[in-house]
């Protein structure tokens, strides 16, 4: 019980630091400011995933051979490069390591979090914890986030490398304090051997689970979009000032640590109707936001959008994680993570230029997701393994 509970409350830090990102809310801005446009920021985001792509298997299967702590160590460590180097970065050209670094470290971290918690709540019989720790964990990450998303515009407007280096320099100390918590596995599953591409396996041979991966490949397109493309640039554009944004994002940070405090009782008996909820929820939000131009409800729009993204991502690993043993937990959720990005890497050229003659055809998309969520299964897959 002692080593969970500070392997538990590890992660309650190891999150308070990873809220500490100054520049959430001015990275795009700085982007366009020096010259990047938006079709540059398309192929930009594009690079990110197709690196991350590449790498969630081989990542996942490094985490669960060896160690898991260090595949997220070294995540962290190669998004710490990548705010240093962005930092820095003159044309687009030099923005291409910047893609990289940032692709291979979201692919370390990828299923390897996921699994390091859920593993260490599984060996105390507490896996059905993981919502409620998570959900914690990430409130936790707020709190640190709403400070520096609200002291990133204030240090922009200084210098506009300071918050992409105060941030490079908090994720080599979090890269570095991973690695203080004790990796723990199910004692009957540690001998069993890791195949690279039992994820994969595992994906195809269980039905909810690539539907799931079908439908985040279809809601990963708006996602994109969103984070990465539309949303600063939108309300700025609409008049929102820049110097505002960090208090915009702080107040969003404070209104999601209220949501996940009680996602836990947010939650659904059945896994389809949580997956229904969560998902349509998420891309009509998207489909009205990018289809208003007043100001208000573009923010209200967007808000909205960014605490159902962040539900549902704390609610689909509490359903995929029942389908996996321990030994290969994590190359089975970054195969997932593999499907999905892959689609949306496929589809986001093609969409931006679509949806740049209207956003309307967002509803292509959503039709795709509501055939996929009519085709899941209505009962509830159990896994014990």
């Not at 809310?25 to 938006?38: D, E, P, R």
């Not at 979090?113 to 019989?125: A, G, N, P």
């Not at 041979?205 to 809601?219: N, V, W």
């Not at 209104?255 to 949580?274: Q, S, V, Y």
Request: net charge positive.
């Amino acid at each position: 019980m002692k080593s969970s509970v500070t392997n538990i409350t590890k992660f309650y830090v190891w999150k308070f630091l990873e809220g500490f990102e100054f520049i959430y809310a001015i990275k795009i801005i700085y982007l366009v400011s020096i010259g990047i446009t938006v079709s540059q920021l398309a192929l930009f985001a594009s690079i990110t995933a197709v690196t991350s792509i590449l790498f969630e298997i081989p990542t996942g299967f490094i985490a669960d051979k060896f160690s898991r702590k260090l595949a997220i160590s070294l995540g962290f460590l190669s998004q710490s490069l990548a705010f240093l180097v962005i930092a820095f970065v003159s044309n687009f050209y030099t923005l291409i390591p910047v893609a990289v670094l940032l692709g291979l470290g979201a692919a370390f971290i990828s299923g390897s979090d996921v699994s390091l918690i859920f593993d260490e709540l599984k060996t105390d019989r507490k896996g059905g914890d993981y919502l409620k720790v998570s959900s914690h964990g990430t409130s936790v990450k707020t709190v640190s986030g709403a400070i520096a998303t609200f002291l990133g515009p204030l240090l922009f407007v200084v210098n506009h490398q300071l918050p992409f280096i105060l941030t490079s320099i908090v994720y080599f100390v979090l890269a570095l304090f991973v690695l203080t918590i004790k990796e723990r596995k199910s004692s009957h599953e540690v001998q069993r051997v890791v195949r690279i591409f039992d994820g994969i396996k595992n994906v195809l041979q269980f039905k909810p689970i690539l539907l799931i991966a079908l439908i985040d490949a279809l809601l990963l397109i708006f996602v994109n979009i969103f984070y990465n493309i539309l949303y600063f640039p939108k309300i700025t554009s609409l008049g929102f000032p820049i110097l505002y944004l960090g208090v915009l994002d702080a107040i969003n940070l404070i209104l999601m640590t209220g949501m996940l405090t009680i996602l836990p009782k947010l939650n659904f008996k059945k896994d389809k109707t949580a997956i229904v909820v969560y998902s349509l929820l998420a891309a009509c939000v998207f489909i009205v936001f990018s289809n208003v131009y007043n100001l208000l409800p573009a923010v209200i729009f967007g808000v909205a959008f960014d605490l159902i993204w962040a539900a549902r991502l704390h609610i689909i690993p509490t359903i995929t994680n029942r389908f996996f043993a321990s030994v290969d937990r994590a190359v089975s959720l970054s195969s997932i993570s593999f499907v999905s990005k892959l689609g949306a890497a496929l589809l986001l050229p093609i969409t931006v230029a679509i949806f740049n003659i209207s956003y309307w055809f967002t509803l292509v998309p959503l039709a795709l997701v509501c055939l996929l969520l009519y085709k899941y299964p209505n009962y509830q897959k159990e896994n014990n393994r």
